[in-house]
T-cell receptor
Framework: LAKTTQPISMDSYEGQEVNITCSHNNIATNDYITWYQQFPSQGPRFIIQGYKTKVTNEVASLFIPADRKSSTLSLPRVSLSDTAVYYCLVVGSYIPTFGRGTSLIVHP | DTAVSQTPKYLVTQMGNDKSIKCEQNLGHDTMYWYKQDSKKFLKIMFSYNNKELIINETVPNRFSPKSPDKAHLNLHINSLELGDSAVYFC??????????????FGPGTRLLVL
């Protein structure tokens, strides 16, 4: 089971870039790295997924180094509405584990 | 259109009661899940059904019993409610289980408070 480790909480200010790093040292060859975002009083929602190198979409970028033992979710120019919990998952042939996530608070 | 819906949204009840939470998805997915989220935001999987068949049953007390009448519905029945059952319960669905690229779609959650 690929366990993930990410910071419990982070603080930022509007307009800044936020990088959340997740460690997954025993990631398997076929595993993908997936990030979910959960706003207060809502269910988590998928934001980005990657296997290696860099993936970018309209919400975020995901950087994965060659050894794939970690990944970094990058949120450009955050706003107050980016305040949420961000979960890093390693998804493969087993049960994906969400854990506690990283609680990001964006301040004015 | 709501992709994954849950009822009720809020549930306040007394210890010892039996209650049910309903979940429906209109995405045509084969797999559905129940998760429990505690006050520290720890999101833990409880059950998963694939085409009405129980696939995942994590270490959940047998007071919790999932029921899947068809692949679009997965209900959660809880007997003899305890204080520790207070949490937010999320239903989710996905196209396939154990697919590395599968993504899950979550419902809005049911906030259960046991008094």
């Amino acid at each position: 089971l690929a366990k993930t480790t990410q910071p419990i909480s982070m603080d930022s200010y509007e307009g800044q870039e936020v990088n959340i790093t997740c460690s997954h040292n025993n990631i398997a060859t076929n595993d993908y790295i997936t990030w979910y975002q959960q706003f207060p009083s809502q269910g988590p929602r998928f934001i980005i997924q990657g296997y290696k190198t860099k993936v970018t979409n309209e919400v975020a970028s995901l950087f994965i180094p060659a050894d794939r033992k970690s990944s970094t979710l990058s949120l450009p120019r955050v706003s107050l509405s980016d305040t949420a919990v961000y979960y890093c998952l390693v998804v493969g042939s087993y049960i994906p584990t969400f854990g506690r996530g990283t609680s990001l608070i964006v301040h004015p | 259109d709501t992709a994954v819906s849950q009822t009720p949204k809020y549930l306040v009840t007394q210890m010892g009661n039996d209650k049910s939470i309903k979940c429906e998805q209109n995405l045509g997915h084969d797999t559905m899940y129940w998760y429990k989220q505690d006050s520290k935001k720890f999101l833990k999987i409880m059950f998963s059904y694939n085409n009405k068949e129980l696939i995942i049953n994590e270490t959940v007390p047998n007071r919790f019993s999932p029921k899947s009448p068809d692949k679009a519905h997965l209900n959660l029945h809880i007997n003899s409610l305890e204080l520790g059952d207070s949490a937010v319960y999320f239903c989710a669905s996905s196209h396939m289980i154990r697919d590395p690229q599968e993504t899950q779609y979550f419902g809005p959650g049911t906030r259960l408070l046991v008094l």
